[in-house]
C-alpha cells in the first residue's frame, strides 16, 4: 500500500542556555548527530540544514530568543508513522545535551551516569516548568505572503527574524494576528518582508499554532519596529506579559535571529569532524 | 492532505540569439540563476542539469535549433500548484536575459532600468511575434522506444536531436508522426535510437504536443538522415514551410543538438562561480 | 495520473565464486555498473551504496554465504512499472558478470561473444540449477524490533549477519521463525541486536519470504549462537538440511556478513574510476 | 629559477564592532570573498577555513577579543612575492566591509561610490588611531609544545583562546613571556594545552611578535585562570593597562575564542550562497 | 635529494577540426582522459580545468583561432624531469583523438588498428605540415600587468582573447610587440584589459615566446580593435600574412576565445561521465 | 628558511590478525583515523588512500601477505623533521589496534585502560619477536619500469602484488633481484606489468630495501609464476627459508594483493562515518 506523500519542512530551535556549554553542544551537533541523522534519514529527507543564530538584540530576552540555532529539514514522509518507528541505530543523545539546551535544570545534578535518550524523547523533551523543545512541521513552500514579494538576494542580506507562537486562545490570537498584528508590520518602513504559515499540529504533537518571518536590514530596524513601535500596540485579552509579543517568552513565544544563509547544509557539505591543528 | 505524488523531467531549450550574448548568458547562468534556483527548489528537485547545445548543423536553422543549452529538471512535485506559489525570494532575472534568449526583440531599447521578473513570468515569456520560451514537461522515463533499444554507452558517443513539435493540427500531426514520419525515421540506417514522449500540456500550458529525440553518429548522418532523405516525403496538408519538418521554426518546431553528457549536473557539481585567473 | 508513492529500500546480495574474479568484478561495478546506474536511476533513488561481505566465517557455507557485496537502495518509486519500461540506455551487463557472481555455470564457455544483457534480464538471473539472484525489496525502515533496541554507534562496532529466507512451506516457516527461531535469537547472550521484515513480493517477483538481520561482537560469537547453539533446535518438518539453518543453502538461505558501514555511498562519493599509480 | 619553497599558515582576526553589520559581513564573506578568493588563490592554498568566534566572555574586551571569525590560510608559496603580483581579477573588497571590521571609523561618512579595494591594501589597513588589522603568518606546525601534548579529540570539546601579542619592548616581552607568563599558565589547572610560535614579521610586515593558544574547558575556567588567577601577576614595566594581559587591548593584543571544528573549510565545502528558503 | 619547487601554470589549447568529432572528442575527454589524468598526476597537480572554446568570431580563423577547449593545470613540479618518468599506467590516447583535434590529416585513414599513443607523444604531435600541438608552461602568476588592473567580477562578464605567438623573428618579435602592438591595444577603448607572460621554452620544448591576454565587452568589440582598427598598424619585416596578426595562423600563432568561468574545475567536479536519460 | 621540497609516495601495509578484529579495525580507520589523520595532514598531504587487500591466495601466506589494508600517503613535506613536530591534536591510537594489527601478542592482556599511543609510536611498532609495521616512502613516481610499459586501463583489471623486502645481506640481495629475480619475472608470460622503487631509509627509518610490484590477470597466474614457476630458483646464499621469496614471512618480505582502485580516497571521497540502516 503506498505511503501518503507529504513533503514537509521542520523547524527546530536550539538553545544555549550558558556559554559554557556552546562548543559542547557545537562538538556533539557536528560531530555525533549530524553522522547519526544522515544515516537515520538520509533516505528520505531532501535537505537537512543548520543556520547559525545571531545574537540577542536589546530586549530580545523577551521574546522567547534562542541562541544556538535553528535545524531545518525537508521530508519526503511522515517519520512519526507507525511504519517509521523500528530504527537500526539510536541517534546518541546523552541527557546532558538537553541540560546545554535548557529542557531541563542546569542544577549541577549529576548526568554522566543517565542512559542514552532516543530521539523522539529527545525531541519530545521540555515543557511544563521548563521550556518547550520546539519541533515545528509547516507546508514546503510559505502559506502567507503578507509583505514584500519579489525580493531577491540583491536587494541586500537580510535579518531574518523567525519565531512559532502558541496563542493562549487560539481563535483570538489568530483574529489579533490578522486583524492587528500582521497590519501592524505591514505598515512598518523597517520590514522588507513578512511570511507565515500555520503549523502542522498532527505530526509530532507540536502545540505552536503559527510560524512568522519578518525580514529586517539589521537588528536596529528590528528594534524600532518590534520594541519601540510596538508600544502603541493594545494589550490583548490574552496577554501574558505587559508588552508586545504579549505572550509568555520561550513558552508562547520561541523564536530566533538568523541570516540568509546556512551554517552547514549537511547532506552537501558534511564531511566529518574536522578539527583546527 | 496529501499532495499527488507526480514525478516529472522538465526541459527548456535555451537560445543565445548573438554571440555578444553567449558569455554573458553563461555568467547570468553560472553566477546567478544556478545558486538562485537550487536555494528555491533544492528540496524537490532530484537532478537539475545543464546540457550544451552543439553547434547548428547546416540548414539547421529551419529546424528550429536553439544555440545555448537544454536545461532539465527532474521534479518530485508540480512546482505550478497553489501550494507551491509563495516563495521566500525571488529568482534574480533581469530581462535583459530574455534578449539574449531571443524573447524579446534585440532592438537596442534599453532594458537596465527594467524590474526584476519573477522566475514563472520569466518561463512563460515569449510566443506572438516572438519565439515562444519552452518549458516542456514529461514523464519521467520515455513513453515510446521506437528504434534502437539496447544500445549501451561502449556502442559510442551520439549525436542526439531532440526536439519539441506543435502540431497546427494535432491529429493531423500525431497520425503523420506515427503513419509517415516514424517509420521513416525508423528505416533509416542513420538513425541509432529514437525516442518518444507526449508533453504533458497541463503543467505549466505548454503548448507543444510531443518530444522527440533521435540519436546519430554525427552531423553528417543527421544532414542525410533528416534534410538529404526526408526530400522524399510529402508535404503535409497542415505544412507551415515547403520541407521537412514542415512546421514555423522556432515556433512549432524548437530543438537543439546535445552530447550525451552534463555540461553541468549543478546538483551535485556546482561549487560557486570560480574564474580563470 | 499521479504515481503510487512508494519508497522502498532493496538488498542484492552479490557473490564472488572464484578469487579469479574479485578485481573484475569490482572493475566491472565501479568503472562500469555505477555511473550506468547512476545516469540511469539518480532521478529517484535516494540512496545507493556497496557495503563489502565480511569474509566467511567457519561454517558459513552452509548458511549461503556470499562473498562480494550487499547493493542497497532506496527507491522513490517502483522502477518495474510499465511506466518506467523504456530507458535511453541500457546498463553495460556483459554475461560473464553472471558468471563472476554464480549466476550462471563457471564451465569455461567463451562467452566473450555474448551479447549484453539488460539490467531487469540481469536481476532476474540464476534460478533452477543456479543459485537465484536475489533483488528483495523490504518497506524502508525495519517492521520488527526483535532485540536490542536503543543500540547506538558508540556501543561498538557491529558483525552484522543478514540473510534472507525462502521457506519451504511458508505458513509452516513463519510460524517456526516467530515460536522457535526468534525466541532463540533472543535469548542468546551473543546476539546485540535483532531485526526483521516481511518481503515484498509483488515488486520484481522475489520468491524470498523474510529479511533478517542478527548483530554479534564478531564471528566468534556467531559461531557460538548460530552453530554451536543451534545444535538443541529440533530439525522442522520441512527441513532441507540437518543442521540450522534447515534450508538448502544459496538457494532458500542467502545471505552475507557485514560491517555497519558502507564501502562507497555511490551518490554522494562516487568521482570515476581513479586508479592507484 | 626556482620558487622557494616555503610551506605556511595564516591567521586574520576578523572583528564585527556592531551587530548591524554582523550579516553583512557574512554576506560578503561568503557570497563574494570566498569565490573570489578560491578563484584567485586555490592553486597554491592548500586549506582556507573560516572558524566562528564564540562570543566575547565577561571581561574579554581588556584582551583584544574580535568578534566575527578567524580566517586561516596554509599556502604552498609567499603571496607576497613580486612573481605573484601580477592577478587577472581583483578581490570585490568595498570599503564598507572595513568599517564592519573596525579598521576604519564607523562614523556614518558616505562610502557607497568609494572605490573597490585591492585585497592587499584591505589586508594591510588599520592601524595608527585604528586597530590594525592582523594578517599574521605563521610555521606550518606550532613551535612551542609548552603542555598538555598527547591530548585527543576524545579528552573533550575544547574553549580555545587564540591571541598575537605585540611586545612594546620586544626582548622584555619575551622575556617576561618566558620566565612568568608560561610558568603561570603551565601551573594552572585550568590549562588543558598550551602551544605558541614565533611570527614570521617578513611576510607580510606583521608587527605582532608572538601567537599563543591556551585551551580550557570553557569560559569560565578561562576565567579563573586569565582573569582571577591573573591578579597575582605583577604589572611588567612596560605595560599598557593595569591588569593582565598588561597590552592595549585590540592593538598590542588581539585575539579570539574559538571552538575546535571550522564553520567553513571553504575549498572542501563550499557550494555557493544557498539560502533559507 | 630534493626536487626542484616549480609552480607552473600549463595550457593547451585544444582544436576540433570537423563538427563530426566534436561529440567524440568530448566524451574521450571527460569519460577516459579526465580519469586517466586525475589517476596519474592528482598527486602533483593543484588545478586541472577545462574551458569550452567560444565560437570563432568573424574573421577569427586568420588568428589561429582553435574551436574546443584550453585545458589548464597548475602544477607542483615538472613532470617532464627524469624522476616523473615511469608511470604504472599509460593514458588511453587512441591516435584518432589526434585527428579529431587536427594534428594529423584528416583524410580517411583507418586508425583504428593504431596502437596507443603515450600522453607525452601525443603532447608531442603536430608540426611540419601540420599544426603544432600546443602545450604552453607559463609562470604561476602573469608577469605583465599592461592594462586593466584592479577589474573586478562585478565588473561584468569578459570576453577573453588568449593566444601563444612564436615569432619568426624573436628579438624583432619582442621589440613590436613592445613598441607597437602592446601601445595599441593599450590605447584601444575596448580592451578592457591585457595580460602577457614569456612562455617557460624549457619545459617541454615549446617553441612559443609569449602568452597574450585581452579581454573585451563581447566579440563585436574584439573585431573593432583586433582587425578593424589593427588596419592602421604597418606590417612588420617578418610578417606571414598581410594583415595583423602578421604571423601564420594555427602555426605562430595560435589561440581561443573563452568565457571567465570553468566548463568543469575536474579535481573537485568530476564525479564520473553520468549520461542524459 | 624554506623546507626542503620533497615530495614523496608513502605506504602501509596493514594486516588483521584474526576475523574477530576486521570490523573494529575498519570502525576505527574509518570513524576515527580518517578525521584525526586529515585533520593533522590535510595542509601538506596531496592524495590519502586506502586500498582493501585481496584475499591470501594459496600459499600467499609464506609471502608476507598482509591481510587489511595498504594505506597511501603522497606528502608534499617530511613529516617526520623537527619542525613538524608538535601537533595540537594527538591522533587516537588505542594500543588495542596494534593487536588486530599483528604488532603486539594478541594474547589476551587487557589493554582497555592502557594510554592512547602518539602515531609516530604507533608507527614505529613491531620488530624483535613481532612482525614489524611498515611504513615505507618511496619516489614519488616509480623507479624502475621493468616490464610491460604502457599498459592501460583497457587492457583489463588487475592483479596487483606489492611487497617490501628486506635482504639480510643488502648487496647480495641487490644483486640477486637485478642478475635472478627481475629477468625470471621478465621472463614469465603471466607477468603484466613490473615496477620496483628503492625505499627512502632516510625518513623513518625504515628498515626494508625495495619495493616490487607486479601485475597479473589473477592470482591463479599468480600461483603459477609466483609459486610453480619459482621452484627452478636456486636458493640463495642468504635464504631465509627454502623456497622463493627465500626471505622470512612478515618479517623480511611484506606485502599484498590488490586491484587497480581504491576502497577510499579520503580526501576526496571521506563525507563522515555513515551506517547502514
Not at 531541563?104 to 542514552?116: E, R, Y
Not at 519579489?150 to 502558541?166: E, H, I, M, S
Not at 489568530?174 to 486583524?179: H, L, M, Y
Not at 503559527?210 to 525580514?215: G, Q
Request: proline fraction near 8%.
Amino acid at each position: 500500500m503506498p505511503f501518503a506523500y507529504r513533503p514537509m519542512r521542520s523547524l527546530i530551535f536550539v538553545d544555549c542556555v550558558r556559554e559554557e556549554y556552546r562548543h559542547r553542544l557545537l562538538h556533539w551537533l557536528y560531530a555525533m548527530h549530524v553522522p547519526d541523522s544522515i544515516s537515520k534519514f538520509g533516505p528520505y529527507v531532501q535537505k537537512y540544514a543548520f543556520y547559525n543564530a545571531l545574537p540577542v538584540p536589546p530586549e530580545g530576552e523577551r521574546f522567547g530568543t534562542r541562541r544556538m540555532q535553528m535545524t531545518e529539514h525537508y521530508w519526503l514522509l511522515n517519520e512519526m508513522t507507525p511504519e517509521m518507528h523500528v530504527n537500526a541505530f539510536t541517534e546518541r543523545m546523552p541527557v546532558e545535551v538537553l541540560r546545554w539546551q535548557g529542557m531541563i535544570p542546569d542544577d549541577g545534578t549529576d548526568l554522566s551516569k543517565a542512559a542514552n535518550m532516543d530521539g523522539d524523547t529527545h525531541r519530545a523533551s521540555g515543557g511544563g516548568e521548563m521550556p518547550p523543545f520546539v519541533f515545528a512541521h509547516v507546508p514546503i513552500n510559505w502559506e502567507e505572503d503578507l509583505k514584500g514579494a519579489g525580493r531577491t538576494l540583491d536587494d541586500g542580506p537580510n535579518y531574518r527574524w523567525q519565531f512559532v507562537v502558541q496563542w493562549p486562545e487560539p481563535e483570538a490570537g489568530e483574529r489579533w494576528f490578522r486583524e492587528t498584528l500582521a497590519p501592524y508590520f505591514q505598515a512598518r518602513p523597517e520590514v522588507n518582508r513578512f511570511l507565515s504559515s500555520k503549523i502542522y499540529q498532527d505530526v509530532v504533537g507540536c502545540k505552536f499554532h503559527r510560524l512568522v518571518e519578518l525580514w529586517f536590514d539589521g537588528p536596529e530596524e528590528w528594534y524600532a519596529a518590534a520594541v519601540e513601535g510596538t508600544k502603541t500596540l493594545d494589550k490583548p485579552a490574552w496577554a501574558q506579559q505587559e508588552r508586545f509579543p504579549f505572550l509568555k517568552s520561550n513558552f508562547n513565544i520561541v523564536g530566533m535571529f538568523l541570516p540568509d544563509m546556512a551554517a552547514s547544509d549537511n547532506l552537501t557539505q558534511y564531511r566529518g569532524y574536522i578539527t583546527m591543528r
